[in-house]
């Protein structure tokens, strides 16, 4: 079975500083991994994905996350955040095979302050 | 762009009524999904489906069923509606083979 943890539930941090919202995974066998927002009172938004190749993948809004399949970790990281990033992230995982069923963490609250 | 599409976006029912919440994709895609989202939980699966008239049970189906009648169209059902089901409803869609799954704007249930 997959899952996915994600360790910090609120990160505020000041605008213009960097952020690292961290994300762990567990699973037996091959997978996909994505990172989603949330902005307040809307869907699902995805923000990057890692499918094959590069470990190093750039997503919008200057967002990158890097897939380390030794420590089996996806974490995302801004060098520059700004007021507009505040929303929930989610990380996720499918494996690569079957239904492909997405699994998420529990989300984690960035909160850009002013 | 491929279109996910909820019919509500706020929904409020009483305890013991039947609910329907719908969900519409537009790009063809074999198999739809049912999750709900709670504070400091994420997102659970409670149904999906990857055909019409098929259907699997997801993590938390208690107190649900779902439809799929039509490719396109996925329907869930709270048979009863209970205060423990106020929850954001999200329905995604995916291409059988393809690893992205796309999301609908969800539907807030309160049940009162």
């Known amino acids: 079975a997959q899952s996915v943890t994600q360790l910090d539930s609120q990160v505020p941090v000041f605008e213009e500083a960097p952020v690292e919202l961290r994300c762990n995974y567990s699973?037996?066998?091959?997978?996909?991994l994505f990172w989603y927002v949330q902005y307040p009172n809307q869907g699902l938004q995805l923000l990057l994905k890692?499918?094959?190749?590069?470990?190093l993948v750039k997503g919008i809004n200057g967002f990158e996350a890097e897939f380390n399949k030794s420590q089996t970790s996806f974490h995302l990281r801004k060098p520059s955040v700004h007021i507009s990033d505040t929303a929930e992230y989610f990380c996720?995982?499918?494996?690569?095979?079957?239904?492909?069923?997405?699994?998420f963490g529990t989300g984690t609250r960035l909160t850009v302050i002013p | 762009d491929v279109k996910v599409t909820q019919s509500s976006r706020y929904l409020v029912k009483r305890t013991g009524e039947k609910v329907f919440l719908e969900c519409v994709q537009d790009?063809?895609?074999?198999?739809m999904f049912w999750y709900r989202q709670d504070p400091g939980l994420g997102l659970r699966l409670i149904y999906f489906?990857?055909?019409?008239?098929?259907?699997e049970k997801g993590d938390i189906p208690e107190g649900y069923s779902v439809s799929r009648e039509k490719k396109e169209r996925f329907s869930l059902i709270l048979e009863s509606a209970s205060t423990n089901q106020t929850s954001m409803y999200l329905c995604?869609?995916?291409?059988?083979?393809?690893?992205?799954?796309?999301f609908g704007q969800g539907t807030r249930l309160t049940v009162v």
């Open positions: 890692y499918l094959s190749g590069s470990t």
């Open positions: 995604a869609s995916r291409k059988t083979g393809h690893p992205l799954a796309f």
């Open positions: 699973s037996s066998v091959s997978v996909y």
């Open positions: 996720a995982v499918s494996v690569k095979t079957g239904a492909n069923n997405l699994f």
């Open positions: 790009m063809d895609h074999e198999n």
């Open positions: 489906s990857y055909d019409v008239k098929m259907k």
